[in-house]
C-alpha cells in the first residue's frame, strides 16, 4: 500500500492511501555540453566559427546567444564570422531548456580576436646625389620587445635589416612585416625607393674642328639633368 500525501497552499496536509500501481515519470536534466574549443584569430581574418564545434556531447535542440549586438553573430545557423571585428572576447552562450520542472542548462565559449601590430615603411624615397642614402619606415610602427621586424627588398629578405628601420642605397620596392610573437599577428607596409642618380643624363655640345689636326674643335659641357 501506497500513502500519498499533498500539501494544500493552505497548509493543510492530506493524505491518501492508494491501492493501484502508480507511475512515476522522472525527466533527466538537459545538457549543454563542454567546452571543446575557445579559438583566438587575428583581425582581419576570413573565418566563420561554427558555434558548435566549440562545444562537445551537448543535447540538440538548444539556443545560441550573444553576450552583445555582435555583427557577424548568426543565431539561427549559430556561426560567428570573424571577417571584420573589431580586436576583443567575444562571449557566446549555448542554452538548453528544461523539461518539466527541470532547470534550463547553459554553457558559455568564447571567440578572441587579437590586434594587428602597425607596420609603416614610411613615405616614397628617392636617392639623389645629395642623398645616396636614405632612411625608411616611422615611428607609427609598433614597438616594444614582443614584436620582430623583417625588410624585404624586391620580396628577397633583407638579412642585415632587423629594427623597424632600415638604411638603404639601392632603388626597388621595400616591404616591412612587423609580427608580434606572442599573439602570431602581423601587419605589412611597402615603400617604393626611386634612383635619379642612375639616369644623368649630360648636356654636352660637340664642335667639330675644321680638318684634322686643326685646333678649333670643342666640347661644351653645359650641365646635367637628374641628380
Known sequence: QL?????????LMCTVDLNDQVEIIVVETGFSGTVANEPVFCE??????????LIDGEDAGGAWTAAGS??????????????????????????????ASCPDVSTDVTVTVNPN????????????CNDLIVDLGSSQTSQG??????????????????ASTASVEQAGTYTLIVENSL?????????????????????????????FGANNGSILF??????
Do not use: H, K, R
Open 3 to 11: 500513502t500519498l500525501a499533498v500539501e494544500l497552499e493552505t497548509g
Open 44 to 53: 582581419g581574418t576570413d573565418e566563420t566559427v561554427l558555434l558548435a564545434d
Open 70 to 99: 555582435y555583427v557577424g553573430f548568426n543565431p539561427n545557423q549559430g556561426t560567428f564570422s570573424v571577417l571584420g571585428q573589431t580586436a576583443g572576447v567575444y562571449e557566446f552562450t549555448y542554452t538548453v531548456l528544461g523539461q
Open 117 to 128: 601590430p602597425v607596420a609603416d615603411a614610411g613615405a616614397n624615397q628617392t636617392i639623389t
Open 145 to 162: 620587445g614582443v614584436f620582430s621586424y623583417t625588410w624585404l627588398f624586391n620580396n628577397t629578405v633583407m638579412t642585415d635589416q632587423t
Open 183 to 211: 599573439t602570431g599577428c602581423e601587419a605589412t607596409s611597402e615603400v617604393l625607393v626611386d634612383n635619379i642618380v642612375e639616369t644623368l643624363i649630360p648636356a654636352i655640345t660637340l664642335d667639330d674642328p675644321d680638318c
Open 222 to 227: 653645359s650641365g646635367v639633368e637628374g641628380g
